[in-house]
């Protein structure tokens, strides 16, 4: 079958209610005019490591897409694209190679070289990650010039579930905008993403790179349950806390993100838990500091 003859089958298939089309994701040309004055430059960064546990795994692949968008949210395309494997200190487990393609023998003698990398991503305004809160922590340890950038996670600042979508996986996303990608590979995500980022969503139609930029520039506000009794850490998970492990033994608390509107309830929720030894703090959040391990 050739592509004509596949094109009009999918198009008589679109016609019907009782068929869905998936299209394949084909990467797209780089953008060759010039931008105009008011263009911004995005960062889409996607990581393939060893494991999920940022203490102890590795990257072993890293992609970057850069591509230019405008104030409102416009995307113009992308710019360059950037990847390059890397051994990590211990071999990479079964299901990870089984999941991602990469073995041992790819990432053999590979390495990141850091100029590269900050010569890379010096220029972005925003850097992108699906579950940023995964990716730039892994990025900052890579280089310390991921640790100065803005950042933006569009699995988690933008409203999928109210835009009628349920799950927030890049594939089923790319699914519900009836496209579909070889995935698990670190390039071949960012192009996805980027895709993903000029649609409008589903329900008020905006363009998905709009209502993010709009997230990202919005501050939050951290609550930190300082002093918090074991016994009450499972209504703290269920109101949506999280635990932070880090070396400062003043912030080894629950936390929880919030918009500046919600800490008065918030304080009050803390108050009623009847624990004087809880002492509450307050902190801000902006795209400078969110989804990284640092607290200021």
């Known amino acids: 079958m050739t592509d004509f003859e596949a094109e009009l089958h999918a198009i008589a298939l679109q016609s019907s209610p009782n068929y869905r089309v998936l299209r394949k994701l084909e990467r797209r040309g780089l953008y060759e005019w010039p931008l105009p004055e008011h263009a911004k430059i995005g960062l889409i960064v996607d990581v393939e490591t060893t494991g999920l546990d940022v203490s102890v795994d590795e990257v072993i692949e890293l992609g970057m ?12 395309g992308p710019l360059s694209e950037f990847q390059t ?7 990479i487990p079964k299901q990870v190679a089984q999941l991602t393609g990469i073995t041992d023998e790819i990432v053999a003698g590979c390495n990141i070289d850091d100029s590269t990398i900050r010569e890379f991503v010096a220029s972005a305004d925003l850097i992108i990650a699906h579950n940023a809160e995964f990716d730039r922590r892994f990025c900052e340890r890579l280089s310390s010039v991921f640790m100065d950038k803005a950042w933006a996670c569009s699995q ?3 409203p999928w579930r109210a835009q009628g979508v349920e799950g927030t996986k890049l594939f089923y996303l790319a699914y519900q905008q009836s496209f579909w990608f ?19 969503l589903p329900v008020s139609h905006e363009i998905t790179m709009s209502k993010l930029l709009d997230a990202a520039n919005r501050p939050t506000m951290k609550i930190w349950a300082i002093g918090t009794p074991y016994e009450v850490k499972d209504r703290l998970r269920e109101r949506g806390y999280k635990w932070n492990a880090g070396q400062d033994g003043r912030y080894r608390a629950w936390h929880r993100e919030i918009d500046p509107d919600q800490v008065e309830a918030e304080l009050r929720f803390l108050e009623d838990l009847d624990f004087p030894e809880i002492a509450p703090l307050v902190t801000t959040i902006d795209a400078l500091l969110r989804f990284s391990d640092r607290l200021f």
Do not use: N, W
């Open 182 to 200: 070889e995935g698990h590979r670190a390039l071949d995500d960012c192009y996805a993403l980027l895709e993903l980022l000029e649609m409008p």
């Open 156 to 158: 988690t600042q933008i």
């Open 65 to 76: 897409l850069r591509f230019a968008f405008g104030p409102s949210g416009t995307v113009f």
């Open 85 to 91: 494997f890397r051994q990590p200190a211990k071999p």
